[in-house]
Every structure is written in C-alpha cells, then in structure tokens.
C-alpha cells in the first residue's frame, strides 16, 4: 500500500516541540503516526530559545541527552526599561538555553527512530473531517488518521482558512506584532537572561549551546512602517534609545546572514479545537515572550493531548470526551500563565508606561519573583 492511501492513527500537522513531542509518544505507546513539515530539518525558528526547567525530565525521557549537551543554566533576570533603569531578580526553578535548530533536530531524529513517518518540505492545504475520519490535503498527496493534532504555530494558512476567531479581530495591542531573531556572539553572564524594552517592544538575550547567544525581539508592525519597512533603520533608531541595546548591537557579532523575521503575531484568546482538530502549542494559545516559556507550554501540552488522545484510541473515551478533556486540562494548566502575560503585556509598549512600571517593581522584588512564577510550572 503507497503511503498517501495509509490510514493513520494520529496525524500532526506541524513539526515543532508539540508536534514532534506529541508524535514520540503517540509512536511509542503502539500507535501509526504521520508527521507534515514543511521545511526541512534542521532549520532555525523565530524563538526565544529559553526552556524553563519544568521541562527537562520530560526532554530526557523522551530520549534528548540534555545533560550531556553542556548548556548554559539560566538563574537570573535582568528587565530594563526604555530609559535604561534595570531590574533584576532570581528566576526561581530557572532554566536552559538551546536553540531550536539544535532541539527540534534531536526530536525529529528520535521520532524517525521511534518510528513516525515525517514528512518533510510538505505544506498541509486543509483538513476534512468527515465519517468520523480526517482527511489531510497536501502537496504530496491525501492522507487519513483517526485522530489529528494541529502543531502549526503562531500563525498558518490553516488558522485563515478555518477563520478562527483571533485571525477576524482588527488590529491591535494584542495581535499586530512582527517577531526578528539572530544567533550572536558577545560577552555577557552565561547564567543570565535579559529582557531590554523600548518603544513599542522588548528585546530578549540568553545563551545557548555552543557559547552563542539567542537575540529576539518584538515589535509592532508599525514600528517598522515607520522605519521604512528597515530592520537596520528599526535597530538603530528605534531599539537602540535603549542604552543597553546600543551596547549590544554595537557589540555583538551576527552569525545570520540575513535576520529571522515572522509577522501577525497574536497573543489573543485561541480554541483549543477546531474542526475535530486538536491544537498544541502556539497554535492554541501564545504566551508573550516578555514572560518566556513558550516552548515549555508546547511540550506540557503534547503530554496532556497524548494522555487524552491515548484514551480515545483504547475506546476508552469517545471523541467528544476526548476534545473536552483535552480543552480542560489546558486551560486549568496554562489559563493563568496567557492572563498574567496578556496583563504584563499591557503594562510593555508606550515608553512612559514602561518607564514607571519597572520604576515601580524595583523596590519590590518578592512581586516581581511572584510574577514570574505566574508564567512558570511545575516538573511535569
């Protein structure tokens, strides 16, 4: 039988942490399992390239040799201001940095091994349900499966087409932002994230594998409209008012020919099914960045979707049991980190406003670790 007319057990839709995490699992448990990605691995990623801590037994048990790769512990947190006032605190359980070129790579590699069927350089164009199947239309062909994860990320052709909701609302502070990332190299603590605002942005740092650093930003649309649609006009009119950001890009060594850039970025309320279709990670709901974490939701998620999924397709659980349970359990688990990033994210865009938000945390650093474990979880 040609693999586009297999009928699969689990088919994802997307090939980062969640989907790749998720199809680990979902292979292991017994499971057949096809995968769609459209690039090819390995491949670099729009990121903040920070996991918290809760997630690395979770990464080891999924076969990732985290302890023997040397990365970089990440204790602490330094937060500044558009005027250049600094705030710094101890990040609690703390974390790692890896980038994802590295990361999604060791998953990809171990799902082949765990016997998922990846298929690469593959654009998903719809998914039908129907007869209590899907049906997934690619550029490779037609593929079916009882079950149907959507790990796509921030933002598909797949959220327009289903015109899910976020994607309807008109611009705003929430979902109008444009994300650009480069692999550095520079001299700065090994154990430290930072987090540097400006107008209309912020700005993270933190080491990775390798002794590269990870510098990510965020950003409106209209911030770069009116640097001309230039990063370099943005980077050096914009971001660097920022005393600390001056410093560094006049320091750092660009490893990227050309930066990493993706647009509409929204932090909005998201489903967390469509269509019968399961979504995990960015997909379902994004953290903002400034509260980083992200790729630790994805992870956490994929094992919730697994244990959900695992129930439905031992018959003990129906369909529509399955896609309730699985909306529950996100949204007990990662409900309070989206509001507590959405309120902070309110706080991070006009200079004033920022200015005086960090002038008014310094003297309180118990809140300021409160905050942060808002936006962190437990091992899992």
Not at 186 to 194: G, L, M
Not at 243 to 270: C, D, G, R, V, W
Request: glycine share 8%.
């Amino acid at each position: 039988m040609s693999i586009e007319h297999s009928k699969y057990d689990l088919a994802v839709v997307g090939g980062g942490l969640a989907g790749l995490s998720l199809s680990i699992q979902t292979a292991r448990a017994g499971y057949s399992v096809i995968l769609f990605e459209k690039e090819k691995y390995p491949f670099h990623k729009v990121c903040g390239e920070y996991i918290s801590f809760e997630s690395w037994s979770f990464l080891e048990e999924l076969g990732v040799p985290l302890s023997e790769m040397n990365l970089p512990e990440i204790k602490k947190l330094n937060v500044t201001a558009p005027n250049g006032k600094m705030i710094q605190s101890g990040l609690g359980l703390g974390g790692f940095g890896i980038s994802r070129y590295t990361l999604d790579n060791q998953l990809a590699t171990i799902a082949k091994k765990s016997g998922v069927t990846i298929l690469e350089e593959t654009k998903v164009n719809d998914i039908f349900f129907e007869k209590d199947q899907f049906t997934i239309k690619t550029d490779k062909g037609e593929f079916n499966s009882k079950v149907c994860a959507g790990t796509f990320g921030k933002r598909s052709n797949l959220d327009i087409k289903w015109n899910r909701s976020f994607i309807q609302n008109k611009p705003n502070k929430l979902n109008n932002y444009i994300g650009i990332k480069y692999h550095i190299q520079i001299n700065r603590p090994a154990d430290t994230i930072a987090l540097h605002n400006f107008s209309d942005g912020y700005c993270g740092i933190s080491q990775i594998e390798e002794n590269k650093y990870c510098l990510c930003y965020l950003t409106t649309a209209s911030n770069l409209r009116i640097c001309g649609n230039n990063i370099s006009v943005l980077e050096k009119n914009i971001l660097s008012q920022n005393i600390h950001l001056k410093k560094i890009f006049a320091e750092a060594k660009i490893l990227y020919q050309s930066p990493l850039t993706i647009s509409q970025i929204s932090f909005e309320n998201k489903t967390q099914v469509e269509n019968h279709v399961l979504l995990i990670g960015d997909a379902a709901g994004m953290i903002t960045p400034l509260c980083g974490n992200g790729m630790s939701m994805a992870l956490h998620g994929s094992k919730i979707a697994f244990e959900c999924m695992h129930d439905f397709l031992e018959g003990k659980a129906g369909r529509i049991q399955m896609e309730q349970s699985y909306a529950s359990a996100w949204k007990k688990q990662f409900s309070t980190r989206l509001k507590t990033g959405r309120l902070i994210q309110r706080f991070f865009g006009k200079k004033w406003m920022t200015n005086l938000f960090i002038a008014a945390l310094k003297p309180f650093p118990s809140l300021v670790k409160w905050l942060i474990r808002q936006t962190h979880g437990d091992p899992f």
